[in-house]
């Protein structure tokens, strides 16, 4: 099953620099923006506070659906973030909005996922779904990001990319985390995309 979670960086400094106010009306807007800005079927298993968990069973879409997908959540949610920052322009905090919050995303595949149906959600489960959250801790010298798990890379041929989707170089990075072990990933900075 592939994970995805889109996840709102500079969250915690803007919610607690900026008035609530202010900061209730743009992160839902930001929020429903990447919900909305979904094109390859991904399903919302929850929302985060400051993240989207989507979750998409079966087959895989191709590497390059994905990435597509990936740089329209960046350059749909900077969209939003300066249509925010011009809706809200009489708030003295509004300047805040494009200069404190970005997005990184984390990518992650695997097999030890259950869904479970908790109410009227689904709910996920298993040590697939705690290492993609944990991915959110990670080393990544970058504020926005896209983090593909050794997992999910080995599922494709890497010939299946075509070269000029890598506008940036991509790095290696891993992580150890407890109870969980040693998990490697590839990142690539998606702030050279705007």
Not at 105 to 114: A, M, P, R, S, V
Request: hydrophobic fraction near 35%; include cysteine; charge should be negative.
């Amino acid at each position: 099953m592939l994970i995805c979670i889109p996840d709102i960086s500079g969250f915690t400094q803007f919610m607690s620099e900026t008035d609530s106010d202010l900061s209730s009306k743009v992160i839902p807007s930001l929020l429903n923006n990447i919900i909305y800005s979904n094109e390859i079927g991904l399903k919302v298993s929850e929302i985060e506070g400051d993240a989207v968990l989507f979750y998409r069973p079966g087959k895989l879409p191709s590497l390059k659906n994905l990435i597509d997908q990936c740089i329209h959540f960046y350059i749909e949610f900077y969209k939003q973030l300066n249509i925010l920052k011009e809706a809200h322009d009489k708030n003295e905090d509004s300047h805040k909005i494009p200069k404190t919050l970005g997005l990184k995303i984390i990518l992650h595949y695997g097999n030890d996922i259950d869904t479970v149906q908790i109410g009227k959600h689904i709910k996920l489960m298993g040590e697939d779904v705690i290492i993609a959250h944990r991915l959110l801790k990670n080393k990544v010298p970058k504020d926005e990001y896209l983090l593909i798990s050794e997992n999910l890379f080995s599922q494709y041929d890497m010939n299946e990319l075509d070269n000029k989707l890598y506008w940036d170089e991509l790095k290696k990075g891993k992580n150890v985390y407890e109870h969980l072990g040693e998990i490697n990933y590839t990142y690539i900075n998606l702030e050279t995309l705007l």
